[in-house]
Each structure stands twice: as C-alpha cells, then as structure tokens.
Nanobody, 118 residues
C-alpha cells in the first residue's frame, strides 16, 4: 500500500526558511502528481502547491497566491521524494503540512509535519 512520510517541520522565526520532505513507498512515485496542503485548527485544509509527474515541464509546478514567490515545490523521482522549500516564513504559515499523492483513482496523504513560525 502507499505510504507517504513527511519530515522537516519545526519551529522557526519569521523570515527564516525550512525544507519539507515527503518520501513515498509502495507505489511507482514517478507516475503521480504531488501536492502539499496545510491545515490549522478550526480552518479548512488549504492547498499550498502542486507538481505534476513530469517536473521537466515548463508549468509543472503551481502555487497558492499566499505562498507564490516564497515556496518552491520540487520532486526527485530517483529518490521517491517530493520537497517543499519554504522561505520568508510568516506567522500565518504556521500549520500542519501534509503531502498528498494525486492518483487517477485515489489520493494518499502522509501523517503531516508541523511548521510553527513564531
């Protein structure tokens, strides 16, 4: 079965950077698009960024307006890993971040990694 494991979260100060990683197993990682979403208590899940299965495409990556220019999504299919590079972090970026695999007939979520900006 599909397993996604996030890591890289932590406590940082405003303006600092973090890199989140999401390692996939149990599936052919390169065939599926990946997304990062986040959630804070009492709020709906917010889509943050997505990347297609073919990262070499010119429009492979897309971003929510709230993170555009500060966050970068990428993937290394040889390592079955997706990344979210976050810079210029703000207090409003504080959330539990999940990676999501977007299959044609399924979505798989990781367990989440907490990012706190304070």
């Amino acid at each position: 079965h599909v397993q996604l494991v996030e890591s890289g979260g932590g406590l940082v100060q405003p303006g600092e950077s973090l890199r989140l990683s999401c390692v996939a197993s149990g599936i052919t990682f390169s065939r599926h698009g990946m997304s990062w979403v986040r959630q804070t208590p009492g709020k709906e899940v917010e889509w943050v960024a997505g990347i297609t299965s073919l990262p070499s495409l010119s429009r492979a990556a897309s971003y929510a307006d709230s993170v555009k220019g500060r966050f970068t999504i990428s993937r290394d299919n040889s390592k079955n890993t997706a990344y979210l590079e976050m810079s210029s972090l703000r207090s409003e970026d504080t959330a539990l971040y999940y990676c999501v695999m977007n299959g044609a007939l399924f979505k798989a979520w990781g367990q989440g990694t907490q990012v706190t900006v304070s």
